[in-house]
């Protein structure tokens, strides 16, 4: 079964100090990954996404994510985290092109960063 | 990357009406995606609307209670009908450019929609 699994719920973290959110998948093939971050009262932005090449992704806002093929694991990163950054992280895998299940993102049950001043 | 609008914001409903949400996109793009985010849960796809011909609904959600609509390469509709408590969720529009896969998919600010 496709599924991603984000295993901390909530997560709090004291300004400057670094930042790991944890993602691990399941997946048929090798998926597309993207990790969105939402906003309260906002839609989901795309804060990076890996489709090949080199593992270590840059993103927008100072982050970064690692995929790890072994790991079935994608984790997002930040070394010194603003009090912005408090928000809803979702991390997603989807198909490759061709796939009959184009276009459909799977989603983890999200990660909610609260950050300390 | 494109503008999504969606209309309404938010809305508070009575059980048993419906409420059409739209999604216009300031620039054509290939793949339109409807989306429900339950209070505290993640996204799950309800379907995806093809322009011209029925939408493709995921397990779980059918035309009947869905409808979907999708006229042109930059706009659609999403009508959730006949509500119920149960369906108090955000629901978000999504878009994909080109070769879906091969570019991630972007989001609307969603629709925040309560039943009474």
């Known amino acids: 079964a496709q599924s991603v699994t984000q295993p901390d719920i909530h997560i709090t973290v004291s300004e400057g100090a670094s930042l790991e959110l944890r993602c691990n998948y399941s997946?048929?093939?090798?998926?597309?990954l993207f990790w969105y971050v939402q906003s309260p009262g906002q839609g989901l932005q795309l804060l990076l996404k890996y489709f090949s090449g080199d593992t270590l992704v840059q993103g927008i806002k100072g982050f970064e994510a690692e995929f790890k093929r072994s790991q079935s694991s994608f984790n997002l990163r930040k070394p010194s985290v603003h009090w912005s950054d408090a928000a809803e992280y979702f991390c997603?895998?989807?198909?490759?092109?061709?796939?009959?299940?184009?276009?459909?993102?799977?989603f983890g049950q999200g990660t909610t960063l609260q950050v300390k001043p | 990357s494109a503008v999504i609008s969606q209309k309404p914001s938010r809305d508070i409903c009575q059980r048993g009406t419906s409420l059409t949400i739209q999604c216009q996109v300031d620039?054509?793009?290939?793949?339109m995606f409807w989306y429900r985010q339950q209070p505290g849960q993640s996204l799950t796809l309800i379907a995806t609307a093809n322009q011209g011909s029925e939408a493709t609904y995921e397990s779980g959600f059918v035309i009947d209670k869905f409808p979907i609509s999708r006229p042109n390469l930059t706009f659609s509709t999403l009508t959730v009908s006949n509500m119920s408590p149960e369906d108090s969720s955000i629901y978000l529009c999504s878009v994909g450019y080109g070769e879906v896969g091969n570019q991630p998919q972007h989001f609307g600010d969603g629709t925040r929609l309560s039943i009474l």
């Open positions: 997603a895998v989807g198909p490759r092109p061709g796939s009959s299940n184009t276009g459909k993102l799977i």
């Open positions: 620039s054509q793009v290939t793949m």
């Open positions: 997946y048929g093939a090798t998926p597309y």
